[in-house]
C-alpha cells in the first residue's frame, strides 16, 4: 500500500502564506506524479498544482504566481508554498501521487490520496 499524509493547514489572515507538505511513505517503485488538489464546501475538488519526477510543473490559473509546488525525490515529499493567500482559497487541500508500486504479485499502478488539510484564510 502507498500512503499519504499532509501537514501544515491552518488559519491565516488574507494575504498570509502557507506552506503544505506530503510525505509519501509504502511500497512505490516509482512516484511519477504528485499533486495538490482542493476541496471547497459544497464545491468539487479541483486540481491546484501537479509536478512529474522530472521537476516539470502544471498550475491551476488560480494557483499561478502565487502558489509554487516543489518535490523531494529523495524524501518521498512534495510541498506546496502558497503565498498572498485569499479567503477563497479556504478549502481542505489534498495530496494526491501516482506511479507504479511493487506488491507480491508484480508491479501495478497506484494512485493514492492523503486524508486532507484545512487551510483557512480570513478576509
Known amino acids: 500500500q502507498v500512503q499519504l499524509v499532509e501537514s501544515g493547514g491552518g488559519l491565516v489572515h488574507a494575504g498570509g502564506s502557507l506552506r503544505l507538505s506530503c510525505v509519501t511513505s509504502g511500497n512505490m517503485f516509482t512516484i511519477d506524479h504528485m499533486g495538490w488538489y482542493r476541496q471547497a464546501p459544497g464545491k468539487q475538488r479541483e486540481l491546484v498544482a501537479t509536478?512529474?519526477?522530472?521537476?516539470?510543473?502544471f498550475y491551476a490559473d488560480s494557483a499561478k504566481g502565487r502558489f509554487t509546488i516543489s518535490r523531494d525525490n529523495a524524501e518521498n515529499t512534495v510541498y506546496l508554498q502558497m503565498s498572498n493567500l485569499k479567503p477563497e482559497d479556504t478549502a481542505v487541500y489534498y495530496c494526491?501521487?501516482?506511479?507504479?508500486?511493487?506488491?507480491?504479485?508484480?508491479?501495478?499502478?497506484?494512485?493514492?490520496w492523503g486524508r486532507g488539510t484545512q487551510v483557512t484564510v480570513s478576509s
Open positions: 509536478i512529474d519526477v522530472n521537476g516539470n510543473s
Open positions: 494526491n501521487a501516482n506511479g507504479i508500486r511493487m506488491g507480491s504479485y508484480g508491479s501495478s499502478r497506484y494512485d493514492s
